[in-house]
T-cell receptor, first 113, second 111 residues
Framework: NAGVTQTPKFQVLKTGQSMTLQCAQDMNHNSMYWYRQDPGMGLRLIYYSASEGTTDKGEVPNGYNVSRLNKREFSLRLESAAPSQTSVYFC????????????FGEGSWLTVV | GENVEQHPSTLSVQEGDSAVIKCTYSDSASNYFPWYKQELGKRPQLIIDIRSNVGEKKDQRIAVTLNKTAKHFSLHITETQPEDSAVYFCAASIYQHDMRFGAGTRLTVKP
């Protein structure tokens, strides 16, 4: 099992450009998440999908959109990138919505110039 | 919503010594408290977790204690080794989607 895989690993964008981060999990998990990690701020939830067909905002959703394409895949889209979105993005998944281990992908380093 | 504070932000110990990282949380309804280890450039990985019906949990050199009354929990690493050097994050939640992470503690174990 590969676990949680996300692409791309590194990306440089110009302000105003758009891009989509792709994520897939092969653990048959119901719930998937997108986090961003900034220095000194831990991990903050952008959006989540508790189950296939549902998506909800997390702590910091502004400037992002998501799509739960199927049970395996959950993508994150930046419609008009801003320098404040420079961050490391982690996709994650868990079997359920309470008290379950969250498994993280390897991360995507995004720089917006 | 939940707020998690983590201390210290950096911790340096000699190999073989113990390390303790402390976290406090604000929402008394939180019932799940995981700890993640993140090596440089890698993904966070769960090392231990505890639920609110348990006061302490141990796994080899790692232990976590929970004080629900005071709303704080701690990670204890004994007999530290250089490979324990990493950033450690605590978190607290009721549901996965309301999980809040601490800001992290950078642990350095000096040989």
């Amino acid at each position: 099992n590969a676990g949680v895989t996300q692409t791309p690993k590194f990306q440089v964008l110009k302000t105003g450009q758009s891009m989509t981060l792709q994520c897939a999990q092969d653990m048959n998990h119901n719930s998937m998440y997108w986090y961003r990690q900034d220095p000194g701020m831990g991990l903050r939830l952008i959006y989540y999908s508790a189950s296939e067909g549902t998506t909800d905002k997390g702590e910091v959703p502004n400037g992002y959109n998501v799509s739960r394409l199927n049970k395996r895949e959950f993508s994150l889209r930046l419609e008009s990138a801003a320098p404040s979105q420079t961050s490391v993005y982690f996709c994650a998944s868990s079997a359920g919505t309470a008290g379950n281990t969250i498994y993280f992908g390897e991360g995507s380093w995004l720089t917006v110039v | 919503g939940e707020n998690v504070e983590q201390h210290p932000s950096t911790l340096s110990v000699q190999e073989g010594d113990s390390a303790v990282i402390k976290c406090t949380y604000s929402d008394s309804a939180s019932n799940y408290f995981p700890w993640y280890k993140q090596e440089l450039g890698k993904r966070p990985q769960l090392i231990i977790d505890i639920r609110s019906n348990v006061g302490e949990k141990k796994d080899q050199r790692i232990a976590v204690t929970l004080n629900k009354t005071a709303k704080h929990f701690s990670l204890h690493i004994t007999e530290t080794q250089p490979e324990d050097s990493a950033v450690y994050f605590c978190a607290a939640s009721i549901y996965q989607h309301d999980m809040r992470f601490g800001a992290g503690t950078r642990l350095t174990v000096k040989p």
